[in-house]
């Protein structure tokens, strides 16, 4: 019933703007063992945003979709189900497929430069080692697209980073990660109602 609901409102938006239409994308993996790790913090993010949103997910080409309006925008939320190192097929396909700009994507990930739940929000960068984003400006051919870091620092020992992104939050990241995901619902909406810019403005180092 999801899907049929979701095509009804693929196809009242045919027609309408495409500089009105944003892809928000969580990158992280699909599957149980991954549900509450480090490097499924997009997921996280954008899973309490369609929940805030009061929305559905749907099962569709290469991800998890959903839709909603913020203030007469439309905004395609997507999960990809390629696993992480293959994000970019899934941005790739659901760009062109919705006929989304690449200055109207954010790209939501994890970032161990960062400590803890603190946000970036950038137009450009480097992949930074992470597979993901690898993959998507390879996909895209360019690293100028927007993207939102959520930090999850390094403690971890030589040869044990694999380890500690694949593992999960301690107690005290679980404590402050309600405050944390609540901010990070507020640079999404940030992001379509008053652009990058405003958003990067208002939420950077917090």
């Not at 500089?19 to 599957?31: A, E, Q, R, S, W």
């Amino acid at each position: 019933m999801a899907g049929f609901f979701s095509k009804l409102f693929k196809a009242s938006n045919e027609r309408e703007d495409p500089m009105k239409k944003y892809l928000i994308v969580g990158l992280g993996n699909i599957g149980p063992k991954y549900h509450n790790t480090r490097h499924n913090i997009g997921f996280k993010i954008v899973d309490a945003y369609a929940e805030e949103q009061a929305v559905s997910w749907s099962t569709e080409k290469l991800g998890d979709v959903a839709y909603t309006k913020v203030r007469g925008r439309t905004v395609v939320l997507l999960k990809p189900n390629t696993y992480m190192n293959l994000s970019g097929k899934a941005v790739k396909y659901w760009m062109q497929k919705e006929k989304i700009s690449i200055e109207n994507i954010l790209i939501i990930t994890d970032d161990l430069n960062l400590d803890f739940g603190t946000i970036r929000v950038k137009t450009k960068g480097s992949d930074g080692g992470h597979n993901g984003l690898k993959d998507i400006q390879n996909q895209l051919m360019t690293s100028s697209y927007p993207r939102f870091r959520f930090g999850i620092g390094d403690r971890f020992s030589k040869g044990k980073q694999i380890d500690y992104v694949l593992g999960e939050w301690d107690k005290n990241e679980d404590l402050d990660m309600p405050e944390r995901i609540d901010i990070s619902c507020k640079v999404i909406e940030s992001f379509i109602a008053s652009g990058v810019s405003n958003t990067m403005n208002a939420y950077n180092g917090k």
